[in-house]
């Protein structure tokens, strides 16, 4: 039996999230009989699960592109027992206004939902049920969960479609978020292991600490990468608690870390940086393969290190 | 009358920062006559504020060295209508457990406070007082405040020390929180207006939008400042609502746009990037002057500008 | 009367050079009547006399597709009085083996020609005259000079075809020498003067100089153009004469001294470089334009100019 | 029995830098009786006789702190069969002037010596002999053989004071070289063969073929270097013989092949350049060792290999 944890509890995008990357296209009724699930109530706990042992590998979200990063996320990925991840998921962010039998759209006066799907339906709202009070919850599935089980003090629900379906609430309206492009990113995060081999379409996470007063090691963190030809695609700060001004940053890379231009970036950061936590190596949801100036393929790398090992013995 | 408005209620490390940056070192009985203050509910208010002429200026939280960057406070300076960074305060965040008269730290079964907050205190009560429940506020403030007005659900609360003072609360413990050296960055946003003449210890504050897909933009733009000798202090990354990867970058450099490196970067990055907002120049609240290296004074660059017009004119 | 000197005696690929840039297509017939040209014996010589005022200016070699650059040329312009590059011409090299009436290929036993020439002609001598020996002469011109005046020793010259004509000699063989593509580089030398217009299509040439003892200078140089969108299409290290490691660099880069990219490069480098010497902006005689990346034109220094005084003032 | 070749004839600076290198301190006298010396006319012939077999190595100038680089040495070195610079010498270049017995100061009227000998003691002359007359010779080394085999039409010869000895001449002057702090640096060129254990103060020496038309080709390069740190000691451009602008590059480099940090800056050169011909790692004469900034030592190198081994493997 393997178990996997997430975000919850049941009906987030999380839990969709974590059910598109094991492959459960009808939810978790097409589960593998070996297979279940397990909520947990936040990020930490989530992530403490795996490092606990009690599930294989959670999904947590770790950027939003309205919200931007997670940063609990972050930050329980960059300290304290190794994890790694190995793996992404990115899902629309799409909201369902929902209500439990015989509420209609006009009987609506209060609604339940997280601050975070509150900021991003705004504008629906003053524009169709202008007015309308709002109580923070703990997720937008809290929200719906409430509905379901009678415990809610609000007349509907903003979740995601998937809750809708979980709970089994009516769909009041679908669509309302403000910004139909936004999605949420989420990571499987498992214990120690080695990466999954090359996809040929991967990233690789890293966390990076500079030591302090080095006004230019942010330059030279990125001339590690841009000498090799590889491009991030996400960079964040985050302070280290050490006070204003002290920095890590949380880094994704295009490629795999068995690629030898990463692996040779990996090295130089290795050397210049104060540490470098190697979070993992994963195959890209979108599949995109990296764009390679020339110079910086494997067989590039493989040729290069032959005629450097004639050379050195005088058989050039 | 000149009218500044904070992140409230009373009693938060916004007003203490705000007080301490007008000089009134003994709180608002100190101000000048013709000074008020104004809180507000929350960040986008306290900013909304200043766009609308309430207030002259508004001071919010930007940055604390354990969360992190105050996302809201950066997105609302990223857009909409042009804002001036006219000034920072850096406090150090210190908490205190407060309670009305008659109660003591027996008592408590349960506490109000931020999030933030609770989070930076977690580890003092677990070990002083295990096993007491947390109820969440929107600012450690309204925590304090809620006992004062007798509506809280809570018998005590964690706020700043400055908030005990004016709720006219008990302190049944100081330095409650785990990090000592934690602190947290204000800024103090006005609307638009010249910057004040530069100190000779300045920061300027940046907002970049890169075009998509552009791989080397960060070092790019690293470049346009190493170039002309200018450190960064800061630097987020922050969605641009547009998708996953699509980001825009908040900065803060050393030096004032007056200096003529800091004004040769701002070009150049004018010139490489799709959007630059200037968000100000403004003295550093701790005092500290760049150290420059060979070639970027002020001086330098006055020399080779007229060394140049020679040349032009074939006078060298 | 304008009197323009060259690196002679007539009949020298100098010579050739000079006319072709003052649109002489028809030889020193064909120039104004108020022009007159004047050889000099060498490099030194052609550039003493502008310094002198004998002449307005003198055309002399700078660099060669097959010798390299010209040192002297190189180091003349490095030091002393200062001097102006106002344009350049480039001309194939190609070698005629001319001799008196009557000599025919057969009778060549020894020819006279330059060291250079000697060495650009060898493999075409080893296949078609096995055997002829060969008279160092200080310049080609000088060794038909040499057949025309009767003083020389040897039986025919290896020269410009140019030349052949200048001295009234046959041509036994054309295009003798081994590279048909090789070829040579003038610059045309006058005192200090304004650089003319900018065409669109310009070269601007500096001399710099770096303090001792500073590994990264090169870097630094070229990232200063690098930074502003310049490629550089010649670059030569000299000797400063103060020791080995001691260099200077004599550089081309494309653009004009007006441009603004290449005002503030040449700004940049008088700030960083212990000695920057401007020799002059001048139109390429291949007319080739440079292919600008973004933000480096002159429409853009403009505007980013423009916004800079805007924000500066608080009207952004 | 080994036989090493140099610029000759004897009495060249060459060698005297053979000697030196031979450590035989005490001139040719002073050499192992299984040592002997040939001279070549030229350093054509000198690297042909390597090349031939006829010697084990030889040694000739490569660049001189007034003339500059020897531009027939990088020539040589860079095309044609695989050479290996296994050894460097620094001279300084002191000239002295020197004639048959009997002759005195006053009785000179011309001189004899080669070109570059005659431009470095043109001021000593227009000092101390005004109106001497000169005749060119291959080397300094001929002027001085001319007068002791009675063949020479000069009455004295600029050479080195090693000369003197060669040929017991007498020495009418010392220190005739302009300035005083001139200097030749030689090379010891031998077949191929594997590079000499690494001493900790090497140079590495490297030609780098560029492919034509690519701007920031020599940025790219020395960031090769620079993300490494590894300085560079000497820069020329050649040209390739393709056209005016086509160059390629000929290098010193701080370090020793078998250094991890110079490995893999080649390796990283071999990927971006045309081509790259490494042509030796050597001690330095000087004994000078590299400055290492934090993270280039080969201790750092092994530490980070072992990690990137580590994490590959999931045992970090």
New interface residues.
């Given amino acids: 039996m393997t178990t996997y944890g997430y975000l919850g509890p049941e009906g987030t995008f999380a839990e969709a999230a974590l059910l598109s990357s094991l492959g459960a296209r009808d939810g978790v009724a097409s589960l593998p009989p070996d297979v279940q699930l397990r909520p947990y109530a936040g990020v930490a706990a989530a992530i403490a699960g795996v490092r606990a042992g009690e599930v294989s590998a959670s999904m947590v979200p770790v950027?939003?592109?309205?919200?931007?990063?997670v940063?609990q996320t972050l930050d329980e990925l960059a300290s304290g027992a190794?994890l790694?991840v190995i793996g992404e998921a990115?899902l629309p962010v799409t909201f369902s206004l929902v209500a439990g039998p015989g509420t209609t759209l006009a009987d609506v006066r209060r609604v339940g939902t997280h601050p975070h799907a509150e900021a991003q339906t705004r504008q629906w709202f003053a524009k169709n049920l202008p007015g309308v009070a709002v109580t923070s919850t703990t997720s937008t599935a809290a929200a719906a969960a409430g509905i379901a089980d009678g415990s809610a003090q609000w007349d509907a629900a903003i979740c995601a479609p998937f809750a809708a379906a979980v709970y089994g609430l009516a769909v009041l309206a679908e669509g309302v978020g403000d910004?139909p492009?936004?999605?949420t990113?989420f990571v499987l995060v498992s214990g120690?292991?080695?990466?999954p081999s090359a996809s040929g379409a991967d990233k690789t996470s890293l966390v990076l600490y500079i030591g302090k007063d080095h006004?230019?090691a942010?330059?030279e963190i990125?001339?590690?990468f841009?000498?090799r030809g590889i491009?991030?695609?996400?960079?964040?700060?985050?302070?280290t608690?050490?006070?204003?001004?002290?920095?890590f940053f949380s880094i994704d890379a295009e490629g795999h870390?068995?690629d030898q231009r990463v692996?040779?970036a990996?090295?130089?950061l290795?050397?210049?940086c104060a540490e470098v936590?190697?979070l993992g190596s994963f195959p890209r949801v979108d599949g995109v393969r990296p764009t390679l100036r020339?110079?910086?393929s494997d067989a590039?790398?493989h040729?290069?290190?032959a005629?450097?090992s004639r050379?050195?013995?005088?058989?050039?």
């Avoid at 120690?192 to 990466?195: E, K, L, N, S």
């Avoid at 491009?231 to 302070?239: A, F, M």
């Avoid at 050379?311 to 050039?316: F, L, P, Q, S, Y």
């Fill in positions: 950027e939003n592109s309205v919200e931007g990063a940063a190794p790694t990115v910004n492009s936004a999605e990113r120690p292991t080695a990466p006004p230019g942010l330059l990125l001339t590690e841009a000498v491009n991030l695609t996400r960079i964040e700060s985050r302070p608690g050490g006070g204003i001004g002290d920095y870390i068995d692996g040779e990996l090295m130089g290795r050397r210049v936590r190697f020339r110079g910086v590039e790398y040729e290069a290190q005629w450097l050379v050195r013995e005088g058989r050039a």
